[in-house]
Nanobody, 120 residues
Framework: QVQLVESGGGLVQPGGSLRLSCAAS????????MAWYRQAPGEQRELAATVTGGGSTSYADSVRGRFAISKDNAKNTVYLQMNNLKPEDTAVYYC??????????????WGQGTQVTVSS
């Protein structure tokens, strides 16, 4: 069994910052890609940022220059540093991992989501 547990969401004023964390635990053999998705009310889930096993990162145009994704391989944890937050960043943020378990299965895994609200 594999679990992704997110933390760090909350309410912040426009222009503020938040840092999200997502720890993967369980019978993990290898993690290939981790990412943060987000879903605003009434909208489809969209990809915000990705980090590969090799450390390459990519960002949606809407967050590039404001968000930074990073990972700690020893802790199987991915972070999302969000700066200069805007009201349109309000969404539930989901952690994603493409990984292989110690049983040899490769699957997609999702966290439960953490709410980020940007409002004055």
């Amino acid at each position: 069994q594999v679990q992704l547990v997110e933390s760090g969401g909350g309410l912040v004023q426009p222009g503020g910052s938040l840092r999200l964390s997502c720890a993967a635990s369980g019978r993990i053999h290898a993690i290939y890609t981790m990412a943060w998705y987000r879903q605003a009310p009434g909208e489809q889930r969209e990809l915000a940022a990705t980090v590969t096993g090799g450390g390459s990162t990519s960002y949606a145009d809407s967050v590039r220059g404001r968000f930074a994704i990073s990972k700690d391989n020893a802790k199987n944890t991915v972070y999302l540093q969000m700066n200069n937050l805007k009201p349109e960043d309000t969404a539930v943020y989901y952690c994603y991992a493409d990984l292989r378990t110690t049983w040899g299965q490769r699957n997609d895994y999702w966290g439960q989501g953490t709410q980020v609200t940007v409002s004055s």
